[in-house]
């Protein structure tokens, strides 16, 4: 047994100390925030993307590359400068959108992602969990013939991973999911995955946690900011932190994504991370609210039904190193959703509307880091950019692996 403190509570901090309890570890999970998931993972999406778990970089991002960079596409905000980091991390995105890369890149993910499939209901099976899960299946509506015609290469790969998929016209999803007959705009086809699911990732984590503090003795410190490790001969022994007493401990793991306040070695290796903001809002179902989740790939955005509420999300702004919450890109964000679906959830301008923003913190690759750090005892897990709720199970085992790997 050994000692590991993990440094980063949200989705993918907390996953990595699931992992690690059940592996008979004594974990003690930090975060400087007040509790747990309260950073990039509080309101994404919540989709459960066990079927999309599709690399950011592609040949057809690449392809419409220019019109983002013009502002032609409201879902994309890119700001260029002369930052040598994003430059960087710039190029090393545009080496993965060979076909050749993204493919590998997706299938990569996309076995991650069956991981954490696999391992939530082994959670699901141990623990008694509401955070509205259902496993409620995804529709990506296509807007032309040609994407739909386009996404067959897409279909195939995964059908042949043993991911179950159908092609289906507007009428044939519309019979699944009676929402679509209000949405708007043309639907070309769609891509249905049954088995993809949606859940409240930030419930999630705080249930999870209480039940590892009963059944493994977790032990958590919040409002703690990590400062500094301790290292002998080239291996940690503890961490410092800048308002509670010293860590001793045999490893560390940093899950802590991105944060432009982070000091290292806890923030990530230059241009191996980069932040990509998005944007959600938490509105009240109505009678004519989806069931089943929805990606609109005509604005970028997703829907998920939250119990009484639908979560809505989308927006890539990529470039500043600090973000802050822009108006005009929420206010994109509802009037997108509003044209897509506004018979399905409540004004955006009503009270209880719930909004949100923070960065993704998103690898050239889309393949995050889990990988040994430069000390003996360090590990690294971070850089799941939009999939840390699908991923983080899945990555949280083979974080497992490596450690095992290194005699932890």
């Known amino acids: 047994m050994a000692r590991v403190a993990v440094i980063g509570a949200g989705v993918v901090g907390v996953a990595s100390a699931y992992m690690l309890c059940k592996a008979g570890h004594q974990v003690t999970l930090v975060d400087r925030n007040a509790g747990p998931c309260a950073g990039a993972s509080v309101r994404n999406g919540a989709q459960l993307s066990y079927a999309y778990g599709d690399a950011l970089a592609s040949p ?20 260029l400068h002369a930052d040598p980091e994003f430059l960087i991390w710039g190029l090393r995105f545009l080496a993965n959108t060979s076909s050749a890369r993204y493919l590998s890149n997706t299938r990569y993910l996309l076995q991650m992602a069956a991981g954490t499939r696999s391992l939530l209901q082994e ?44 092609m289906l016209s507007r009428d044939e999803a519309t019979a699944i999911e009676p929402a679509l007959a209000h949405y708007r705009d043309e639907i070309a086809g769609v891509v249905y995955s049954p088995d993809d699911a949606a859940g409240r990732p930030s419930e999630f984590c705080a249930q999870l946690i209480g039940h590892l503090t009963a059944s493994y003795g977790l032990r958590t410190r919040y409002q703690c900011e990590a400062e500094r490790l301790l290292t002998r001969k080239g291996r940690v022994h503890g961490v410092m932190f800048r308002n509670y007493e010293t860590l001793d401990c045999d490893a560390v793991v940093i899950a802590t994504g991105y944060g432009t306040k982070l000091s290292a070695p806890f923030s990530p290796a230059f241009s191996s991370v980069w932040p990509v903001q998005g944007y959600s809002v938490t509105l009240p179902a109505t009678e004519g609210a989806m069931q089943t989740s929805i990606t609109d790939l005509k604005r970028k955005m997703v829907f998920a039904r939250l119990g009484d509420q639908v979560r809505i999300a989308g927006m890539a702004d990529i470039g500043r190193r600090r973000f802050a919450f822009e108006q005009d890109r929420f206010a994109a964000l509802k009037e997108g959703a509003q044209a897509a679906f506004a ?11 719930q909004s949100w923003s923070d960065a993704r913190p998103c690898t050239p690759s889309s393949r995050p880091i889990i990988a040994p750090g430069k000390s003996r005892g360090v590990f690294l897990n971070y850089g799941h950019g939009t999939l840390g709720w699908t991923l983080c199970l899945g990555s949280a085992a083979r974080l497992q692996e490596v450690m095992r790997d290194h005699g932890i």
Do not use: N
């Open 60 to 79: 057809s991002l690449l392809k419409h590359l220019p019109g983002i960079l013009l502002g032609r596409d409201p879902a994309y905000r890119v700001r």
């Open 123 to 166: 959670v699901l099976d141990e623990f008694q969990m509401d955070f509205d899960y259902t496993v409620s299946g995804k529709m990506i509506l296509f807007p032309t013939a040609a994407s739909f015609a386009a996404a067959q290469s897409g279909y195939a790969l995964k059908t042949s991973m043993g991911i179950r998929q159908q």
């Open 343 to 353: 018979r399905g959830f409540a004004s955006a301008e009503e009270q209880d509307a």
